[in-house]
Structure formats: structure tokens, C-alpha cells
């Protein structure tokens, strides 16, 4: 097949899925002028998210960072404080430490989560001690829907007495020894951006057990209004509540979340079944006592063993009009991040380095149909089989 551009349907990366219930609640709230921040539709969509995840409470934000941000402050992290933060992630999961006027140190993954290393936070940690600088909180990330190892990085938190916050911006829904993913922590958050398992088009949850703070962090996502019948006011709050239209699609969503969890999964297993046995493309794995969502299909290609380089391909993806796109580049090593202490899987052995070289997200909507997802597969193996005969290496498979 030529690589030309081509009229073929776009196929997206991970675009928004509607079940069809969510115009009624917009409607509901326009028929009932609810056209506010606030209302009995984020009320609905708090109350139901906190049953969902088995949280004693929740806050609806306007986004997932602006859930981070209210975690770090509730958790007194402020200026020339140190967070130990997920290296492997977006950019979103650190901003709001550095909103805080907070120091980032960035943690390393691991080859069989792609999560936070427990022994790079075993390191970081032994470290910090000897310079009495702990740090005041740890930021988990649970990336593309894999839940992080938490019951090792739970135990390494609790021995130094630091709290958790979970980014589980991209495993809402996913499970970890029973529990929901954003349920372990102090504090989790998610996020119901366009691109994410469920979408409110924009928007972000708190979660947490510990109700008196998630009413703090209320009261300063709403410009930190005091209790009496003025406007006074003694700390800097913030606008960072969600609307009562979006809460609306939101519930109607989240109604479909764990039929999205399944479709998610359907499509990961029918990519790792076509792909899988090419030499030198392994499948991001799924961690002991986990269900991921699946947020995006993940893989890795090895470019000595396939001659394939993940930015070639992605073009090549392009030009079929399919989006693809290169794992997060590690926070570490990105120029905003620069001069930032960075502690990797062991010495010499930078893991998250490693899966951004040699990672690539594939199309994972869950609105996708079978032949679409057939044209992405094609797509790669018979690039597959281009990049190899190149090499003179030897393909798996044969078609
Ligand atoms: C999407 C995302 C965020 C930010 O969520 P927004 O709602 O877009 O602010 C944070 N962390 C991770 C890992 C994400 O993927």
C-alpha cells in the first residue's frame, strides 16, 4: 500500500464518546435555568463519583490539574516545599506544584508498570532523609490506565510518613486488589477532559476520605468566602468549580463508564493478538492484583530489532489519516523542568527514558469499529514488514 494521503475517515487517538443520555440532562438544566457553577447536577455527579470510586466524599473541579492544585494546598505543600512527583507523565500532573511555588523531584518507572519505581522512591527517600528534606507530599500518577504498584509505594510512604496524592486522571475506572484506582490516597483526582475515559467536554473530581478537608478545598475552589453574610475573606481562593451543564454530561456518562472499561480492553487484547507475536514489539504489561482501563493501547518498538522509529511510524499513521502519538516525554527532561532533581530506576538506568524512545499510543476510542481498528493494525504490520526486509531481518508472520 502507498503511503499517500488519503480520504479515509479520520481515525482519533481517544475522541469523546456520548451514550446519548447526556443531552437530556443539558436540557434539563437549561428547562430548569441551572445554567450556573453549582447545582443540583454536580451535587449528583459529587455524591455518585464518591460511591463510584468508594471515597467518603468528592469535589467536582473545573479540570483535573485544578484538582491537583487543591490537593497540594490542602496538604500545606507551598514554597521551597518538595514533592516527589511521577516522571513519566503529562505536564499537567506537575504545574500545580509549581503553582505552589514547590520543588518537583522526579521519580522513575518501572518496566512492569510504567509507573513510579518503588525502588527509585526507596532511593529518593533514603536520600532525602540524609539531607533532612522529605518531602510533603507524593504525586502517583497511574499512567494510561495502569494502576501504580501501591501496595509497595503505600508502604514506602507511610514508613516516612508522607501522603499520597494519585493522578488518576487517566485510570478512572481501573481496579488494584479490589479497590478503585484514586482511592488509596490522601487525596486522588480525575479528569473528564475531551480526550479522557468519560468527558464532561472539560473538568476534574477530588476524592477523599477526609471530608474536612475535601470542605476546605470547597470552600477555596469558590474564591475562600468566609461564613458570615458579607464578602470577607482571609485566604487567596480560587474559580475552579465545575458547572452544573457539564456535571450533567457527566453523569450520563459516567453511567457508561464500566461499558467503556470493557470496550477499552476489548481493544487492547485485539491489538496485542495482531501484533504481538512481531519480534521486537512488546505490549505495555498489566500489573499483579490490577485491571487497568486501558485508557490508550501502549506498546513499545524496539528500533534495533525492528528498524522502526516510532516518530517515522507516527507519520506513516498520519498519512493514513490515523493519530498516533510517542509516550510522554519524562518531565525530567523537559527544558521546563531543567535543573530539577531526578532520581531513576537504579544508577545508569533510566526506564522512563527508555519507553519514551521506543513508545507509541495507539487509536483507542471506544466508539472505534472493528474495520477501522483492522486499518491501524494493517497499517503497522505492513510497515512492519517494510522496515524489516530493509534490515534483512526475519517477520513473524506472513500475509
Ligand atoms: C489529562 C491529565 C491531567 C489533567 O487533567 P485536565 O482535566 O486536562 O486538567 C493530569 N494528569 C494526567 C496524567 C492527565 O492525563
Known sequence: MALVSTNKKRIFLS???MSGKEQWYVNEAFRTNWVAPLGPNVDQFEQEMAKYSGTKGALA????????????????????????????????????????EAE??????????WNMSPQALERAFIEAKKENRLPKAVLIVHLYGQNAKMDELSALCSHYGVPIIEDAAESLGTEYKG???????????????????????????????????????????????????????????????????????????LAVLDERVEAKRALFVRYKESLECLDGINFMPEV???????????????EAVTGI???????????????????????????????????????????????FERGLCLPSG????????????????????????????RICRSW
Open 15 to 17: 475522541p469523546p464518546h
Open 61 to 100: 473541579t473545573n479540570s483535573g490539574t485544578a484538582a491537583i492544585h487543591l490537593a497540594l494546598m490542602q496538604l500545606g505543600v507551598g514554597r521551597g516545599d518538595i514533592v516527589f512527583c511521577s516522571t513519566l507523565t503529562f505536564v499537567a500532573s506537575a504545574n500545580p506544584i509549581v503553582y505552589q
Open 104 to 113: 518537583p523531584v522526579f521519580i522513575d518507572s518501572d518496566e512492569d508498570s
Open 179 to 253: 479497590k478503585k484506582s484514586g482511592s488509596f490516597g490522601e487525596f486522588g483526582i480525575y479528569s473528564f477532559n475531551g480526550n479522557k475515559i468519560i468527558t464532561t467536554s472539560g473538568g476534574g473530581m477530588l476524592i477523599s476520605n477526609e471530608i474536612e478537608k475535601l470542605d476546605k478545598a470547597r470552600n477555596i475552589a469558590s474564591q475562600a468566602r468566609e461564613p458570615v453574610p458579607y464578602y470577607q475573606h482571609e485566604t487567596t481562593g480560587y474559580n475552579y468549580r465545575m458547572s452544573n451543564v457539564l456535571a450533567g454530561i457527566g453523569l450520563a456518562q
Open 288 to 302: 499483579e492484583g490490577g485491571k487497568s482501563n486501558r485508557w490508550l493501547t501502549t506498546l513499545t518498538i524496539d
Open 309 to 355: 522509529n516510532i516518530s517515522e511510524l507516527i507519520i506513516a499513521l498520519e498519512k493514513e489519516n490515523i493519530e498516533a502519538r510517542h509516550v510522554w516525554k519524562p518531565l525530567h527532561a523537559q527544558p521546563l523542568f531543567k535543573g530539577c532533581q531526578y532520581v531513576a530506576h537504579c544508577e545508569g538506568d533510566s526506564v522512563s527514558e527508555r519507553l
Open 366 to 393: 471506544t466508539g472505534m469499529a472493528v474495520d477501522e481498528q483492522d486499518r491501524v493494525i494493517a497499517v503497522i504490520e505492513q510497515y512492519y514488514a517494510k522496515s524489516r526486509k530493509r534490515q534483512g531481518g
